[in-house]
């Protein structure tokens, strides 16, 4: 129930849904979900000395998307804001060798102390195929294709990231990315087909949503193939979908980067597909350069990497060359 003289719009969170074919599509979807939604404030809108808002509130809804065929082409939405090639290393765990160990973790967050540059209090890899138990490290991820090797039907291979005595009491964000459940049901061919599912607590939808999907599904991939190897059965990419407590645009990105313009630069669904990207020109054009970028002498140096990160990195690129995980 309302109460009397609110207004309903000032009070709820409404929440959405997008069902499209590619990512491309599920982002412009998205994109106008979202911007119909109300204006709301963060405690990220900066102030003047006077208290006064420097930005526009942004734009908050909770939304659920589907993407049908996740390796759909063009695959790779335009808008980017990250090295995507480096961000996919990182999240099959190139710089899990940054977070801090659980019982040291502990101890800072007690204490309320800072973390330096290249000390990280978790990496979503990390928590997936590293979580603190009391029985030492758990590999989720790996638990989770056994669970469904021997019970492809189960509904119960679910990993999480959260750590509630350690992300309840960091001071720099907690982990956006809070759950992945898998399911793979057989189609009528006797393939298993590998559907993925994550749930976020909060997402930047502007400068993030697209490629945190194009790393996850990545991942999806890599996870379909080891399934394979367990149950000797095809397996292929199924759909992909998540769920946003907060799916958003930061005031700041609608005055400063251009949010506001998107559909005047993008009128229609159409005409931000046909300047995504294919998989083939990204790989070429992104991730196999922003791979070897990491194999620099001053990233080595940057992300302390030794010889066993060196060593994924020449494989990784040896992947993307091959073509290995692109169905």
Known sequence: ???????????????????????????????????????????????DARGIYIDPPGKDKRVMIEIIEPFAEPRFPQLSYCEIGKYIAEMLGVKDHLVVPYEELLEKVAKGEEFEAKEWPYCY???????????????????????????????????????????????ADAPCLREIQLRAPEDSNGRLVLHMMTRWRSR??????????????????????RLAEKTGKEVIIGPYSD???????????????????????????????????????????????????????????????????????VHLIDDFESGKFVP
């Open 1 to 47: 129930m309302v109460e009397k003289g609110r207004n309903e719009e000032d009070i709820c969170i409404h929440t959405g849904s997008v069902s499209e074919r590619s990512i491309p599509e599920a982002f412009w979807s998205a994109m106008k979900l979202v911007y119909d939604s109300i204006d709301r404030r963060t405690q990220y809108d900066r102030k």
């Open 125 to 171: 890899h990390d928590r997936l195929t590293s979580y603190p138990t009391p029985g030492g490290p758990l590999n989720q991820l790996e638990r989770l294709i056994d669970m469904l090797a021997k019970d492809p039907i189960t509904r119960r291979a679910v990993a999480i990231t959260g750590v509630p005595e350690i992300d309840l009491f960091l001071k």
């Open 204 to 225: 930047d939808l502007y400068k993030a949503w697209g490629d945190n999907v194009i790393v996850v599904t990545n991942l999806q991939a890599r996870l379909a193939a």
């Open 243 to 313: 769920e946003s407590g907060s799916l958003h645009v930061y005031g700041q990105d609608r005055a400063e980067k251009g949010a506001d313009k998107f559909f005047e630069q993008f009128p229609t669904k159409k005409a931000f597909v046909e300047r995504a990207w294919t998989s083939e020109k990204a790989r070429d054009g992104l991730i196999i350069p922003q791979l070897e970028d990491l194999l620099k002498l001053n990233e080595i140096e940057q992300w302390k990497f030794g010889p066993k990160q060196i060593k994924f990195i």
